[in-house]
């Protein structure tokens, strides 16, 4: 019974013997997995799924040193020639020879990893400043721009450097990676053949990468930072405001209020542009109904830009009437402006899409006329209620007897069609006399103030006229 027992605790400690060495030799090989698939096979530092944890954990150690973490990503200024010139093999001993001096030239607390091809971040937590920042930035690029003994060359390299300091405003990490790979581009616009550094700072937000900048749209389409200023635009005869333009602004947290339009370009290549132009459209007519109720004697038009993917909508009619319903706009105070560009050769479509807009009672309007198609079937095919006139006509009035000839049979046939002509760009008293002796109907430019903000406007419309900018000194 006794030699039962003993066998029997024998073979249950084998047993566990056994199971504990299966599970820690599958321990082990989890572990090496992990290693391996956060590993760069190529240097063997740490790859780019390993970055984020890197300087998540950088970030820990330099708060409670009361210290700031930063990002320094280098790229090798033209690998792809090396490539080219002497093969892959080459350039693959190179990135090798380059990982071991960024290695070997390191401070303790910095992590060099690599992210992509010719590209290597360094992680550190110990900068104090900015200037700090890029004092290590240049020594990295000092350490790395040494000649390189690979096989029978010596091939010399320069970085491309972009850095970007935590500044513990508790930003994701994924944001300060991004922010670093920003700088690291504008880096290399700068067209330089020798190091160049970068160090981020929020005015490079106006260059994002695609990927930044589409997630800061959508963000800023789910906070509603987008809103509308308006342009006067002004009858040069009496110099009354007689309609407005809308324009899209963004109130970026970053930035303050943007005003330029390449966050519509961007919009616009990422895809955004159209629940933004729709939201617009109906703010737009909200707005105009609230001023028809508060100065109804005063005939007051407002125009609003069509963008192009809108105009391809098969149902823009019946969208637009609807704003129109749920706004109460009155449709003859409203001009849906298309740039001429966007009907490209599907005239006869863009009309179809149209017309029951036009037979509703909204006014139609032709933007940058001249610098785009310049065919005349649109004056002919549409019936047009505005013609704005590109401000690159009336800038050089006066002063170039072509455009002159131009903008004064633009304005004529403008009249013989019974279309109003609206001069873009009027920015001095001379352009307006000039325009105005051209007999043209309306302008908007710097002479008649910015875009602004809807209460600016009331300003306008309890006085009725705009006063014109003084012109500048000198």
């Known amino acids: 019974m006794a030699l039962a027992v003993v066998a029997l605790l024998v073979v249950t400690a084998v047993a566990v013997a056994t199971a504990l060495a299966g599970q820690r030799r599958a321990y082990a090989a989890r572990r090496q997995l992990e290693r391996t698939v956060r590993t760069d096979g190529l240097t063997g530092l740490p790859n780019r799924m390993a970055i984020a944890e890197t300087l998540a954990a950088a970030r820990a150690r330099a708060a409670r040193n009361g210290m700031h973490a930063a990002v320094i990503a280098a790229r090798l200024h033209r690998f792809e020639l090396v490539n080219e010139t002497y093969g892959p093999e080459v350039g693959d001993a190179l990135l090798r020879a380059v990982a071991t001096q960024l290695l070997e030239r390191g401070r303790p607390g910095e992590v060099v990893t690599r992210d992509a091809g010719p590209t290597f971040v360094v992680v550190l937590d110990g900068i104090r400043e900015r200037d700090a920042l890029a004092r290590r ?25 972009g850095a970007v300091l935590d500044d513990g405003a508790d930003r994701p990490v994924e944001d300060l990676l991004e922010d670093a790979g920003l700088a690291l581009e504008q880096a290399a616009g700068a067209g330089s053949t020798g ?37 006067p635009v002004v ?60 100065f109804g004697t005063i005939e007051l038009r407002t125009i609003a830009r069509v963008p192009p993917r ?105 009249h013989a069609l019974g279309i109003a002509a609206l001069a873009d760009g009027v920015d001095t ?41 003084p012109p500048t000194p000198g």
């Open 310 to 414: 809108l105009l391809a909508q098969a149902d823009l009619a019946d969208q637009v009437l609807q704003i129109l319903d749920r706004t109460g706009a009155t449709p003859d105070r409203l001009c849906l402006e298309i740039p001429e560009w966007a009907y490209g050769s599907q005239v006869e479509d863009s009309w179809t899409r149209l017309r029951p807009l036009k037979e509703a009672g909204i006014l139609l309007g032709l933007a940058d006329f001249g610098v785009g198609y310049s065919s005349l079937r649109y004056l002919r095919r549409f019936q047009l209620d505005l013609l704005k006139i590109d401000r690159v006509f009336v800038q050089s009035v006066g002063s170039n007897r072509a455009d002159d000839a131009i903008v004064e049979q633009l304005v004529s046939l403008c």
């Open 429 to 469: 008293e001379h352009q307006a006399m000039l325009m105005q002796s051209m007999r043209c109907d309306y302008g908007t430019g710097e002479l008649f103030g910015a875009p602004v903000p809807a209460g600016d406007i009331d300003e306008l419309l309890a006085t009725g006229t705009v006063r014109r900018r």
């Open 195 to 231: 190091t160049t550094i970068t160090i981020y700072d929020e005015n490079l937000r106006v260059g994002d990468t695609p990927v930044h900048a589409e997630r800061r749209l959508r963000r800023a389409i789910d906070e509603e930072q987008f809103r509308l200023h308006y342009l």
């Open 137 to 161: 930035a240049a020594e990295i690029g000092g350490a790395v721009e040494v000649p390189y003994a690979i096989g029978h060359d010596h091939i010399r390299v320069t970085l491309l450097i």
């Open 235 to 294: 009858e040069l005869g009496s110099g009354r405001i007689a309609a407005v333009e809308a324009r899209l602004v963004w109130d970026d947290p970053d930035r303050g209020t943007v005003t330029d339009r390449s966050f519509v370009e961007r919009l616009h290549t990422t895809g955004l542009l159209v629940p933004v132009a729709w939201w617009g459209l109906e703010e737009t007519c909200r707005q105009s109904r609230d001023w028809q109720d508060r």
